[in-house]
């Protein structure tokens, strides 16, 4: 499975952005997806996760402000990020992997990363 992610930019806090996926690959609907980011000088951290069944599971400090959704006929995942904040300010990672919840999935594959920068 090969990702490609895209859509970072630049944003004022406060305003939206949504990320894309774009996967290869005919099995793309039975795969977990997600997306991490990592900020400068920080380590890689969980972001969202939606399964191959929908199932959604997020980092608190985002829930309520950020969607992860898929369309399988497109093979692509979604980040749909709003109200968004300086401290969101991160390099966003794709992955996939196989597992069903957010508990049991690991990432197999990743993708290149998108960069987001949020102006206070």
């Known amino acids: 499975v090969q990702l490609q992610a895209y859509g970072g930019g630049l944003v004022q806090a406060g305003g939206s952005l949504r990320l894309s996926c774009a996967a290869s690959?005919?099995?793309?609907?039975?795969?977990?997806m997600g997306w991490f980011r990592q900020a400068p000088g920080k380590e890689r951290e969980f972001v969202a996760h939606?399964?191959?069944?929908?199932?959604?599971y997020y980092k608190d400090s985002v829930k309520g402000r950020f969607t992860i959704s898929r369309d399988n006929a497109k093979n692509t995942v979604y980040l749909q990020m709003n109200s968004l904040k300086p401290e969101d300010t991160a390099v966003y990672y794709c992955?996939?992997?196989?597992?069903?919840?957010?508990?049991?999935?690991?990432?197999?594959?990743w993708g290149q990363g998108t960069l987001v920068t949020v102006s206070s």
């Open positions: 992955a996939a992997g196989q597992g069903g919840s957010y508990s049991i999935w690991t990432v197999a594959y």
């Open positions: 939606i399964s191959w069944s929908a199932s959604t």
């Open positions: 690959g005919r099995t793309f609907s039975s795969y977990g």
